[in-house]
């Protein structure tokens, strides 16, 4: 009869298995990188607020008049309120995909903090959805007769309030996730919180074109993205835990 | 105190207690809305002095004004509704948050319409992009939108914490609309109208409006544990207690 030296397991001490955790930035960036990937893939959502941002920007000459002398005073809020539009749209489907695969549901019970993994999510999306919207805006504040001056400011102050409006959005998109046709029940929570945005955007480019100091407002802008980053994923993980339970 | 403080809250998350409870809070909160709201509305109507500025237009103040106070107050109770709800649990916060949705967001609706009203005679204009103005509107729409969020989610718990995110998101962000949109009047429009400047009012003047903010919250007091207590009914119709209580009737 051979006798191990071992020890039996049952006697042996429990030695608790040597935890190995990946620490939060690697997870983070895993995140980005999924994100990224998912999103190039679907081109058609990445170029679908493009063209709404130009045809609502093109309804305007149709609409009101194609003059300069009515169109000079107007472009700044026309380019901001279409920007923003175009950005409540896109974040429409932000969760949904997630959520009908289940992938949502895998996030929040990896055991790490949901929160710095729904901020993967959204600047993932900032970088590919609003920040070619910014490119794009120049191009169209030329169409409505904005001065040269105010385009510079135009770029900063749309980057800087895409952010936040990104991050405020989310909220509402993860709200009302589970909600089958969500579009104008998005757009009713989401809106009334864009307006604190809308009135320093279109503020600096009132600035710009009048020729003043626009870094009043872009650093209130600035300050208003930071809080956005700083408070919204919370609320945007508690949504998202709240849009799981339902299903 | 402090304890009987304790048991009370506690005892108020307990559906069939609160019910119980609140219906002997019921014929107080009704008996002093009434009170107060027919003693200011006499003293405000017939017995304040006219504005020396404004004739007798001012006295539709007797109601704009409480209407905007809890316009703005009862966004903050649901808002309070909600902490409660979601760090202690507690569902009948929900039930509270639920039925101070809809007051507040009539509340607004009954500020800004007599706002309308008054502003008519003393601006000579029904609508003004007036900061004030502005920012109640889209306080009306953010009780709108917990009022829809409400209806389109299922099951309720599930509305229920959604809801109560909302509030508290929205509470956040109160302070910063109110804010800004300030600034951007005082950055659009140099003073276009300016509001003469408030003549210190005599005790004639305040005091019935004193009632009358007095009167307004025994109001939403008894409205809100009226439409509490039905929808503790309604949710609890199958537990044991609610049936008892319904086979007497």
């Known amino acids: 009869m051979s006798v191990s030296n071992k020890t039996p397991v049952a006697f042996c001490r429990l030695v608790p298995k040597k935890m190995n955790p990946l620490n939060l930035f690697t997870v983070f960036s895993a995140g980005c990188k999924r994100e990224w990937q998912l999103q190039v893939r679907r081109k058609g959502d990445l170029l679908n607020p493009l063209v709404f941002f130009a045809l609502v920007v093109v309804l305007f000459p149709l609409g009101v008049s194609p003059t300069e002398e009515v169109l000079a005073p107007v472009a700044p809020g026309v380019l901001w309120v279409a920007a923003l539009l175009a950005v409540l749209m896109s974040l429409d489907a932000l969760f949904r995909p997630d959520l009908q695969d289940g992938s949502l549901e895998q996030l929040l019970v990896c055991g790490y903090p949901a929160a710095p993994l729904s901020l993967a999510k959204v600047l993932v999306h900032w970088l590919l959805s609003c920040v070619p919207l910014v490119l794009l805006a120049p191009l169209l504040g030329v169409m409505l007769y904005l001065p040269w001056q105010a385009q510079g400011v135009l770029m900063l102050s749309l980057l800087l309030g895409s952010l936040t409006l990104s991050l405020v959005g989310a909220i509402g998109a993860a709200l009302t996730t589970g909600v089958g046709k969500s579009g104008v029940l998005m757009t009713l929570l989401v809106l009334p919180f864009y307006m604190p945005v809308l009135i320093f955007g279109t503020g600096a480019m009132q600035a710009a074109v009048g020729g003043h100091d626009a870094t009043a407002h872009l650093a209130l802008l600035g300050a208003l993205a930071l809080l956005a980053l700083v408070l919204a994923p919370w609320a945007i993980a508690a949504a998202l835990r709240i849009a799981v339970s339902g299903e | ?249």
């Open chain 2, 1 to 249: 105190m402090w304890n009987w403080l304790k048991t009370l809250y506690h005892r108020l998350g307990s559906p069939k207690w609160f019910y119980q409870i609140t219906g002997k809070w019921l014929p107080w909160f009704a008996v002093s809305s009434v009170l107060f709201l027919a003693v200011g509305l006499v003293m405000g109507l017939a017995y304040a002095p006219m504005d020396y500025q404004q004739g007798n237009s001012f006295r539709i103040m007797y109601v704009h004004v409480p209407a905007a106070f809890l316009a703005q107050s009862v966004y903050m109770m649901m808002a309070a509704a909600g902490v409660v709800m979601l760090v202690w649990k507690i569902k009948m916060a929900d039930v509270v948050a639920q039925a101070l949705a809809p007051i507040g967001a009539v509340m607004t609706f009954i500020s800004l319409v007599t706002g309308a009203i008054w502003g008519m005679p003393t601006w000579g204009t029904w609508w003004m992009w007036d900061a004030r103005l502005t920012s109640m509107l889209i306080l009306f729409f953010l009780y709108l939108g917990v009022i829809a969020l409400r209806e389109a989610l299922s099951p309720q718990e599930v509305a229920a914490k959604a809801c109560a995110l909302l509030a508290i998101v929205g509470v956040i962000n109160i302070p910063i609309i109110k804010y800004s949109v300030d600034w951007w009047y005082t950055l659009h429009q140099p003073a276009s109208i300016k509001l003469t400047e408030k003549p210190s009012m005599p005790a004639s003047m305040y005091l019935p409006l004193l009632f009358m903010v007095l009167g307004f919250y025994a109001l939403l007091g008894w409205s809100v544990l009226l439409r509490a207590r039905s929808e503790v009914l309604r949710r609890e119709a199958k537990s044991g207690w609610v049936r008892e209580l319904l086979k007497d009737k």
